[in-house]
Each structure stands twice: as structure tokens, then as C-alpha cells.
């Protein structure tokens, strides 16, 4: 597996970033300051497999071919490999990475109409066929091929230069694949340009590598980095890549799932075109895990049973639990970046905690063999151990060393004493026994044992969560892609703040609400907007939004004339309205819309934000594949009097007043917003009866206990 770089001078002597690194099997990868030596590298390594009659999988991590269009207008043929054959005419590139690659770009643009598609250089490169600045080239040709399309953060190949640029790499790696070519023969073949969408048969298979993939719609099983401890070269990324290819790769053929990526991904527009003259990614738009693009869900998953008039709060829940499952894919991020994300896989830790025993405070250690009750007195050796700057000699019985807070316990070593219950004269130290053996100390492995799990699969992380991956040498984590809910909200009356509104109309409150509720919730919220009660105008609108994972509308979902949510979730067969005896709260519409659930809350914004948190929020965190939140309430006396029905469970919108008791909105309106923004949290009264008088214990659950 190779990196490929484009630098015009021999990379420096000391191993670099943005320079050749080559990985292979599962050896610490080599280093190479020019193009010229890693050829060398490489013919010597392919030569050696196959005498030894190996098979070879070399990838390379540049574009082995332009958009569509690009080769027939430069060579006269519609063949990435002619592309290959023109440029390796062209390109000059020395022993010393000197190179033309700008002249050379210049007169490729000079092939096309407008400016021609490549761009990029140093202003002294610049000319009137190449320029720093991108231009206006024929529209014919695409921004990016359809392999990039799918990786996403991949960047066109038409720019040469700064930041993340592969068009140099292309233009200085093609000729040297085209010169692979030559010396192998039929020993080797270009996937997919040669080999369709097979594996082929020569002993070297050629690929294009996008390493990056590893970390971002990773296809690939998860790695275990233990690898990156082992040298110095590892604290550069590129070479973290390279060895972390070949181990996806290696593990892929183990379990027998690489040769499914020599395959076209389903559905592929243009599949033919793609193998003549783009090439592709391996990999790309591939999953080697059963579970990384999970099935999406039944289109009759919100169907309730016939005859069920109000269901309680706890069926209803039990109900959502049971019907939704994870929609979203698994993807590998750094643990810094991880706040808000679901594991989709146990982590174990890498390391103890601490890894080896050390001192918890400033003081003395010794061996406790040495000491006796009463007064003591030891020697001071010379030295100390200190955090991260390790005693290295034994401390012999009966001597003293001085030792800080997070220095590993020496040898020789077993207790510590504060050095404030210390004196110390002449290079002794004086103290009292008896002193415990380990006083002071932390075992190796007293918080967190080597192997063990640390997370379980579908939690939430949180800051504290980072630490403990952080500590116990988890750099990376599987986590789900982040749930994307599209947000809309109904009605003719609605108008978006900030627009003009008559008095008739009012503004649209419950779709700030909703995307921030979304938002901290730690889903991508997606706004679709406000839509009019018009049922062509809602279907345009569901039809966008369904490239969400899921859609939450407010408004239109009961079963009126100006229903309009239901009306159109009625059409699809697979609506049910959820009827729950609940207050506030109207029908919930639950239904899918081309393949993506949605969930109708109600219009008023008191009943919205009340079926968001209860009812909404944990069906979207199982759509995330997080675990079924179950939020904590406690029991507190009740400020207010109220006298409740049986048959239906109540929310009051509530606030903890500095005694500690509930209070309660002074209005149940259910258009009342004022109490919504009033209130701290919900005293939830139970379905049954119940007459509350002032100091009665009620349950108050706070909208903590709701994530927000
Ligand atoms: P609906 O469920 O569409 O019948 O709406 C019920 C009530 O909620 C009506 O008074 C609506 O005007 C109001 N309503 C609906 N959507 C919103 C919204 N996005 N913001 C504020 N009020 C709304
Ligand atoms: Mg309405």
C-alpha cells in the first residue's frame, strides 16, 4: 500500500508527513524521499513475490483515472489506461523529484475548450494555460468522478496544488504505474480497467487506495492499532495508513470478504464507463460488516393491533421500543471528536489504569518490610521518581526515595508517606509507623484492567466517556453515523420569524424548537422549512426530507379536513395514529414515507415538545442504535393542588422552587409557551386518579434527565 506524494525536492532525511510511505504485509513501513527510490522499492519487493510465487495487492492512493470525457478528448480514446500511456510520454520526473508537471498541465488545458479543467500551481508556474485560481472549463466534463462522489471527502483531481491536492499525485504517479506496467507484463493487472469488476488473474492486482476511507465511510472490518507502539514512524499519519490498509486488507481476505469488494457496488449508474475511464476506489461505497448499513424498517413497523382505542404511556413506549431498530451506519472517528456519538461496538480497554502502580501524593517511598511501629529513620537515596520521569535503580530495604504525585512506584518500593508527616534533616527522613503496606499508592490496574470492557455498544459518549477511552489507550472508536432528522413544520397560518406576518398568522415555533431539541440530542437536525397545508406541496416536501433518516412534523397529524400529515401518510399503507392517553398530547401520526419514518407530533407547541421528549426522543435514539433511555425522576413535595381523572397519564410543565419543591405552570393551555420556556422540568402524574394537595409527593423529572 503506497502514499504517494508530489514533491518537486527529496523529501527531508527524518521520516516527514506528505511524503512516500510504503506499507506491506504487516511490517513497519519504509520510507521514501523520492518517487525515482520508491520505484526501486517496489520493483525490488514485486520481483521478490513473485519468484516466491506470491500474489500482490498494490494500491496506490492517486486517481487512476479523470471524469468522463477526459481521455477521449486528450488521447483520442475513451481508456484510462491511454491516459496513462500519453502522460508517462510526457511527464519528466528525475532522480531528484524534479519535475514538468505544470508545463505538462498547461498543454493538456490547451487540449480543451474554456480554460481547461486543470488548475492549481505557484504563481510562478503561472501561465496563460494554467492558473493559480480555478477557471471556467467545459461543463461536459465532471467535478468529480463517480468514485469520489461516494467517498465524499475525496478532492478533484483537476487541482494541482496546496492542502489535500491529488492532481499533482495523479499526474507524477500515472507515468510510474504505466512504467509497472511495462516491466510486468501480463504478471500484472489494473482493477478495473483490465480486470472488469473481478478480482483478475496475474499474480499483482493494481488498485487505486483511498486511505482515508479507514476513517471515514470506513468499509473495512475495525483495526486494532496496538501496531502504532511500536515506532517512532507511527507519529506520522500517513504511515498510520499505509500499515492500516494493509491490516483491513489482510483481515478482509481472512475472512473472506475482499474478493466482494473487487465488485461493482450495487446500483452503480454507468458501471461500464466507470471501469473504461474513471477506475475506481477499492472499497468504495462497499460494507464489509453485515450490521454497517442496517436494513432500513418495515414499511407497516407502526401498525398498532385493530380495535386499540387509548394506549397507556408505558404500552406506548414498550411499542416503539419493540418496532424501531439502528438505520444508521457504522463509521471509525478519533475519541476526541466523539462527543454526542453512539459506540456501535463494546471497546475494550488497550491499557490499565494506571498502567503500572504509582504514588498518590507528594512524599517518600520505601519498601514497608524495612519499617517498624514507632519512630523510624532511613537514609535518602540519591534520585527521584517523579510523574512521567521514572526512578530507574532499585531502592534497597531500609532507604527512602523521594517520590511525587503520578511517579511509578520504583523497585524496591511497595509504600509511601506524605511528606507532610515527614521531617527531613542531613539526607534522612524521620517518621511514625505502623504505615499500611501501599499507604499512599495506586495499584496497577485499580481503575481500569487491561482487555476489559470499558463502553458498552449504543452509549452515548460524554466528556467523562473520552477520558476513560483516553486513559485506557482508546484512540478510535466505531461509532453510528449521526441520526439525520429533517424538521418541518405544517400549516397555512405559519410563517418563519422574520418574515412579514399578518395578524392572522402566527410564527412558527415549534421548528426552532425541534432542531434545537435535535441538535442536543446529538442528531444532524435538517431543515425542510415550513410547508402550507397543500397536499402537493407536503409531498415535494416529504420527498426531500426523506433523504433523512427520519422526519419529524409538527402540525396536521390528528384526522381533520386540514390534516394533512396523516392524509398523506394514509396513502402509503403504513400509517397508524398512536392514540396515547396522555396529556398534553393529540394522536402521534407514525407512518414511513419512502422508506423513512416519520413522526407526526401534534401543532400546539406544548403538546409538540412533550411528545418530542417522551415519545420522539427515545424512538430517535434507537433509530441511532443508541441504548433506550429510561429518564431519572425523583419524588418531591408538590407546591400546588390539583384533582386528576383516572385514564391518562399528565405532564405539568413544573419548576423546582428553592425549597426544593414543585411548582406548576399557572395555565395547562397547551398553547401556552411562556410555561415551556418557564419550566425546569415535568412533574409526571400517574395514570390512575389522584387528588394532590400542597406538600403530597409528586414525581419531578427534570428536563436534564431528557438530554437538554
Ligand atoms: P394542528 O395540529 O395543525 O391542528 O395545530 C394545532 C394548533 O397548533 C393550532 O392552533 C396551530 O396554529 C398551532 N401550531 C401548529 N403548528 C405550529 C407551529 N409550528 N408553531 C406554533 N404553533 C403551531
Ligand atoms: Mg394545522
Redesign the pocket.
Known amino acids: 500500500m503506497v502514499d504517494w506524494s508530489a514533491r518537486s525536492q527529496p523529501s527531508p532525511k527524518k521520516p516527514t508527513k506528505d511524503a512516500i510511505y510504503i506499507g506491506h504485509d504487516d511490517k513497519v513501513p519504509m520510507y521514501c524521499r523520492t518517487r525515482h527510490n520508491a520505484m526501486h522499492v517496489l520493483y525490488d519487493l514485486l520481483d521478490k513475490a513473485i519468484s516466491a510465487e506470491h500474489s500482490v495487492l498494490l494500491g496506490f492512493d492517486f486517481a487512476f483515472g479523470y471524469p468522463n470525457g477526459f481521455a477521449e478528448t486528450l488521447t483520442g480514446k475513451p481508456d484510462a489506461l491511454a491516459v496513462w500511456e500519453w502522460l508517462a510520454k510526457h511527464i519528466e520526473d528525475d532522480e531528484k523529484n524534479q519535475n514538468n508537471r505544470f508545463d505538462i498541465a498547461a498543454q493538456i488545458n490547451l487540449k480543451f475548450i474554456g480554460d481547461g479543467p486543470l488548475w492549481g500551481c505557484p504563481a510562478n508556474a503561472e501561465g496563460p494555460n494554467l492558473s493559480q485560481k480555478k477557471g471556467t472549463p467545459d461543463v461536459q466534463l465532471a467535478i468529480k468522478r463517480q468514485a469520489e462522489q461516494v467517498v465524499r471527502s475525496a478532492q478533484p483531481v483537476w487541482k494541482l496544488f496546496t492542502t489535500g491536492s491529488v492532481g499533482s499525485q495523479t499526474l507524477l504517479g500515472l507515468p510510474r504505474l504505466q512504467a509497472l506496467r511495462k516491466r510486468y507484463g501480463d504478471k500484472l493487472q489494473v482493477w478495473p480497467l483490465e480486470t472488469g469488476w473481478n478480482l483478475g488473474t496475474a499474480p499483482i492486482t493494481l488498485v487505486e487506495i483511498y486511505p482515508s476511507m479507514l476513517t471515514h465511510k470506513n468499509p473495512f472490518p475495525s483495526l486494532d492499532y496496538s501496531w502504532k507502539s511500536n515506532s517512532d514512524i507511527y507519529d506520522i499519519e500517513d504511515a498510520v495508513q499505509v500499515r492500516g490498509m494493509c491490516e483491513a486488507f489482510a483481515r478482509l481476505q481472512k475472512s473472506g470478504h475482499l474478493t466482494d469488494f473487487f465488485k461493482a457496488i450495487p446500483n452503480l449508474p454507468n458501471a461500464n464507463r466507470v471501469v473504461r475511464e474513471e477506475g475506481w476506489i477499492l472499497g468504495a461505497g462497499h460494507s464489509a460488516e453485515q450490521n454497517i448499513t442496517p436494513p432500513p424498517l418495515k414499511n407497516d413497523c407502526f401498525a398498532l393491533p385493530p380495535g386499540v382505542h387509548w394506549t397507556p404511556v408505558d404500552d406506548a413506549l414498550n411499542q416503539l421500543r419493540q418496532r424501531v431498530s439502528v438505520v444508521t451506519s457504522v463509521e471509525t472517528i478519533a475519541v476526541p471528536a466523539a462527543t454526542g456519538r453512539v459506540l456501535s461496538k463494546d471497546v475494550h480497554a488497550r491499557r490499565s489504569n494506571p498502567p503500572l502502580p504509582n504514588s498518590a501524593v507528594d512524599g517518600y517511598g520505601f519498601a514497608q518490610s524495612g519499617t517498624s511501629d514507632g519512630p523510624n529513620i532511613m537514609p535518602l537515596i540519591d534520585g527521584r521518581a517523579a510523574a512521567g520521569v521514572p526512578y530507574d535503580g532499585t531502592v534497597p530495604t531500609g532507604h527512602a526515595v523521594r517520590i511525587l504525585t503520578g511517579a511509578v512506584v520504583p523497585d524496591g518500593v511497595d509504600t509511601v508517606v506524605l511528606e507532610e508527616d515527614v521531617t527531613l534533616s542531613d539526607g534522612k527522613i524521620a517518621f511514625h509507623g505502623p504505615l499500611k503496606r501501599g499507604a499512599n499508592t495506586r495499584m496497577a490496574g485499580e481503575d481500569v484492567e487491561k482487555d476489559t470492557i470499558v463502553l458498552k455498544a449504543g452509549r452515548v459518549l460524554t466528556g467523562a466517556n473520552l477520558a476513560l477511552l483516553s486513559a485506557t489507550g482508546v484512540d478510535r472508536v466505531d461509532v453510528r453515523e449521526r441520526l439525520k432528522v429533517a424538521v418541518l ?3 397555512d ?2 410563517r418563519t420569524v422574520g418574515e412579514n406576518a399578518s395578524d392572522s398568522q ?1 410564527y ?4 426552532p424548537m425541534l432542531i434545537s431539541l435535535v441538535r442536543q440530542w446529538g442528531f444532524e437536525p435538517v431543515d425542510i422549512g415550513r410547508i402550507s397545508d397543500d397536499p402537493e406541496k407536503l409531498r415535494q416536501a416529504f420527498d426531500q426530507a426523506a433523504q433523512a433518516d427520519v422526519i419529524l412534523t ?5 384526522a381533520g379536513d386540514e390534516d394533512h400529515v396523516s392524509a398523506l401518510l394514509n396513502e402509503t399503507g403504513s400509517m397508524s395514529l398512536w392514540r396515547i392517553a396522555v396529556k398534553p398530547g ?1 394522536p402521534l401520526a407514525m407512518g414511513m414515507w419512502k422508506g423513512t419514518p416519520v413522526f407526526g407530533l ?4 406544548v403538546a409538540a415538545f412533550t411528545c418530542a421528549l417522551i415519545f420522539a426522543r427515545p424512538a430517535m435514539l434507537g433509530l441511532a442504535g443508541a441504548e433506550w433511555p429510561a429518564p431519572v425522576g425523583f419524588q418531591v413535595p408538590a407546591a400546588f393542588a390539583k384533582s386528576k381523572k383516572p385514564g391518562r397519564r399528565e405532564y405539568l410543565r413544573a419548576r423546582l422552587d428553592d425549597q426544593g419543591h414543585a411548582k406548576v405552570f399557572k395555565s395547562e393551555g397547551s ?1 401556552r409557551i411562556s410555561g415551556l420556556s418557564w419550566a425546569d422540568g415535568f412533574v409526571e402524574i400517574e395514570d390512575q386518579a389522584r387528588d394532590i394537595k400542597p406538600g403530597d409527593m409528586v414525581r419531578y423529572i427534570p428536563f436534564g434527565s431528557f438530554g437538554i
Open positions: 413544520s405544517t400549516g397560518e405559519l402566527i412558527d415555533a415549534n421548528r409538527s402540525g396536521g397529524a390528528s393529540r401534534p401543532g400546539n407547541p398553547g
